[in-house]
């Protein structure tokens, strides 16, 4: 599955037609902002979808079509990014049940891992998860959590040079296991790591971020609403006055404008069983982004409620 | 190296609870009229107690059996499992619970319980009574429709128990410890799941296995 030409296109202007609008705020397109993966050059959406719980509904008719709609509105809204794991239950076939009913749009760029502790065995779940979603072949696949990384990136590397993989990756979260990131940053030739980064949690600043600049990694930000208990805590709370500047209407678009304003941060992939928070986390993506000092204040407001 | 004590609970939650209640309406709905049948014979199994026919020990042993046998295979392993690939490997626990009840019923007089009813006997009695008729309506107490109620026989935490609160009538011994160890487990298991899912009815097993604790506890010995 790969990105298309209108996107592409679109990508193109959202990127040239970055410029400050008022103080404090980048303006973007009326269009979704779309990154450029560093690797490649090839667009993506800003924003993804997740899938850590939400589509874990099993063969529950009822919830299972709730889902297909959350990835129906996705494909609508531009597409792009899905992450799963086989760590993930039955998400996986959730995902490839939505995708088979919208005939495996090309908009969606697949995003999975491998999760196991033998590397002999990661060929194999490598195929199963190719089964559940339906697919011959993903655009990205990550060593989920780091587990037996050495190993498992043999195999996605091997992959990738016979044209069997787009892109390989490794993911973390929660902050765990930063240094070994880092070192696997710096010795090998990976495409993307995925870790935690929200208002809260800003670790990856210091030197992650910075070092996937340097050397040209794409990163993926999970974990943006801290698994949802960031958006519940706000859910009470007045927005500041600059949210208008922003154009954002939420407590969940002024964080993802927080992400998605760090220059390295390639696509933020918050999770939802809800159509219209999908839509509201897509349209984050919108119109102006926060600069630095904006984004300073965002930190320090969300931190003291 | 993996900061493992840096997990908590809900980092190994897999669902929500949505996902995880609607479990119930959906078992219930593909095994009916299964759950009416279960609930008739848990209030038999209920009137028993009040006055056990003498030949009611293997009888009482093999249907508790099968129920285990029942919820290990159709809940855990067909329904539980998709959403949560621990259920799996707990499923065997079910029926080894399963064989302990058979084992019971072929080696010795199945669950006998006292001729008469006793005070001693209120803690089991009240369980049974509760896993039976009260627990199917904490759906409708919690907002969720009755036909998603959690049945004895279909579901695992009013077999668990009804199971314990069986246990508790039997005479201390050999038997009745073995019959309370996977339950037990079971119902921490439960606990744990339902309070990192942030429901009260977590608080439901931590409660049975405090009232187990101390009636077998002050229980005298075999
Ligand atoms: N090690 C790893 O590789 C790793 C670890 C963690 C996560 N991940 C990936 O990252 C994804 C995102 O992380 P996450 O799912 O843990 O947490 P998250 O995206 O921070 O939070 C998800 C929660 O936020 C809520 N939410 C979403 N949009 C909202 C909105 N607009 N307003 C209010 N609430 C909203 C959702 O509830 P509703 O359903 O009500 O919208 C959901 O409960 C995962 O799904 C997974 O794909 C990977």
């Known amino acids: ?305 | 190296m993996t900061d493992w004590w840096s997990y908590r609970p809900s980092d190994f939650l897999l669902f929500s609870p949505t996902t995880y209640w609607r479990l119930f309406e959906l078992e219930n709905a593909a095994v009916w009229p299964l759950p009416l049948v279960t609930l008739l014979a848990g209030l038999a199994v209920l009137g028993f107690t009040f006055r056990p026919p003498t030949w009611s020990g293997r009888p009482l042993a093999l249907l508790f059996g099968l129920a285990w046998a029942w919820v290990g295979w159709s809940f855990l392993w067909q329904r539980y499992a998709p959403i949560n690939w621990a259920a799996g490997y707990v499923a065997p626990l079910f029926a080894l619970q399963a064989l302990i009840f058979v084992w019971i019923a072929a080696a010795g007089a199945g669950c006998r319980l006292g001729t008469r009813f006793t005070l001693s006997a209120l803690p089991g009695s009240l369980l049974l009574g509760y896993a039976v008729i009260l627990h199917p309506l904490t759906a409708l107490l919690a907002g969720r429709p009755l036909a998603g109620a959690e049945i004895v026989g279909i579901a695992p935490d009013p077999t668990a128990i009804a199971t314990v609160g069986l246990a508790l009538l039997m005479p201390p011994g050999v038997e009745r410890w073995l019959l309370l160890i996977v339950p037990s487990l079971w119902l921490s298991a439960s606990a744990v799941t339902l309070l990192t899912l942030s429901t009260w009815e977590g608080w439901i097993p931590i409660a049975v296995l405090g009232l187990t604790l101390l009636t077998v506890r002050r229980s005298p010995a075999a």
């Open chain 1, 1 to 305: 599955m790969k990105v298309d030409r209108r996107q592409l296109l679109l990508g193109a202007l959202g990127l040239a037609a970055v410029r400050p609008r008022s103080e404090g705020a980048h303006a973007q397109t009326a269009h979704e902002v779309l990154r450029r993966i560093p690797s490649t050059g090839q667009a993506i959406p800003a924003i993804g979808l997740g899938s850590w719980i939400t589509f874990n509904v099993g063969d529950d008719p009822l919830l299972r079509g709730a889902s297909a709609e959350v990835i129906a509105a996705f494909v609508e809204e531009g597409g792009g990014m899905i992450d799963c794991s086989p760590m993930y239950g039955s998400s996986q076939g959730t995902i490839g049940y939505g995708l088979q009913r919208l005939g495996y749009p090309s908009s969606v760029f697949s995003a999975e891992k491998v999760w196991t502790n033998a590397t002999g065995d990661g060929p194999g779940q490598i195929a199963e998860t190719l089964d559940e979603w339906g697919v011959r072949r993903f655009d990205l696949l990550q060593v989920h959590n780091l587990v037996a990384w050495e190993g498992h990136l043999e195999t996605l590397f091997a992959m990738k040079a016979e044209g069997k993989l787009g892109y390989v990756g490794v993911t973390t979260s929660h902050g765990r296991r930063h240094d070994l990131l880092e070192r696997i940053m710096q010795r090998y030739p990976i495409d993307f790591i995925q870790l935690t980064y929200n208002v809260l949690d800003r670790d990856p600043e210091a030197r992650l971020l910075p070092l996937a600049q340097e050397r040209g990694i794409g990163v993926i930000v999970n974990r943006p609403f801290q698994g949802g208990a960031l958006t519940r805590r706000l859910r009470n709370e007045r927005l500041p006055a600059f949210a208008g500047d922003l154009g954002a209407e939420s407590w969940a678009q002024v964080i993802l404008k927080h992400l998605l304003s760090h220059p390295a941060v390639t696509v933020v992939i918050p999770a939802t069983t809800q159509v219209a928070h999908l839509r509201e986390n897509k349209r984050a993506a919108h119109g102006s982004l926060p600069d630095p000092t904006l984004r300073d204040r965002i930190v320090e407001e969300i931190r003291s409620l």
